[in-house]
């Protein structure tokens, strides 16, 4: 049994134009380096020797670019990324997540415009949990960096004795907000089961959070598994992460932990 990792990257990145028209949202540079290099340099660093990749904005460009600089595991297609959103990008990737189910492999999934350090991949692989999730519980001075108002674009996140209850909907205040999820999470080989089971179980006639199916947050299918199940651990960190998401985000240096 091992751990493999999953890179959700069939993002366009509009907000990273002009930045993004040549090149896919998690090959811009961050620091000299591009934003997935990152995060694979930390998944391998922290043992993880299985890493895929689900693309979709400038597929072969990104293709061809790890092939040269990593060894990928897989590489999977989102061909409707302009049309779908980041769950849909993530069920690409169902060969994979119906193999490991089989084989008993863990996963880790990640978003691919955050910055972080094998330091967090660690902390996730050693908590406890079939279900868990990065949680940084310093968010606010990354947040006051990035955003006049870190209010306005922060999401909700609740927890109760280390276990979340409610993620990703629009906060009224601080209160809201215990910490901030940054993008990465894992699920065990039993509980990624129950996660194909679910999502098959899903209307696909009903709005989740304002959006269909094909267009649904991953923070909405979090937010199911967590009502269902219960047992949503946050992994706490004190900051050491970036997303990047806005050119301003760029200027923004933080020290890796």
Known sequence: MSTQALILAAGFGSRLMPLTQTIPKCMVKYRGHCIIDYEIQALEQAGIKHINVVGGYLYETLEQYLQKKFHIQHFFRNPNYQS?????????????????????????????????????????????????????????RLWEKRFDD??????????????????????????????????????????????????????????YDGKDIKNMYMTSLLQGLIEKYQNARAVEIQGGWCEIDFKSDLDIVIELQ
């Open 150 to 207: 870190p209010l306005s674009d922060a999401e909700t996140l609740k927890l109760d004795k280390g276990i979340i209850t409610e993620i990703g909907k629009k906060p009224i205040s601080y209160d809201d907000i215990h910490g901030q999820y940054i993008g990465l999470f894992y699920f065990s080989s039993s509980f990624l089961k129950k996660v194909l089971s679910f999502y098959d179980s899903l209307d696909t006639s009903k709005f």
């Open 84 to 140: 779908t959103n980041m769950v849909t990008t993530f069920f690409c990737a169902r060969e994979l997540l119906e193999f490991l189910t089989e084989n008993n492999d863990d996963l880790i999934v990640s978003y691919a415009d955050i910055v972080y350090s094998k330091t967090i991949v660690q902390n996730l692989l050693e908590a406890d949990g079939d279900f868990k999730v990065i949680v940084d519980k310093q968010w606010k």
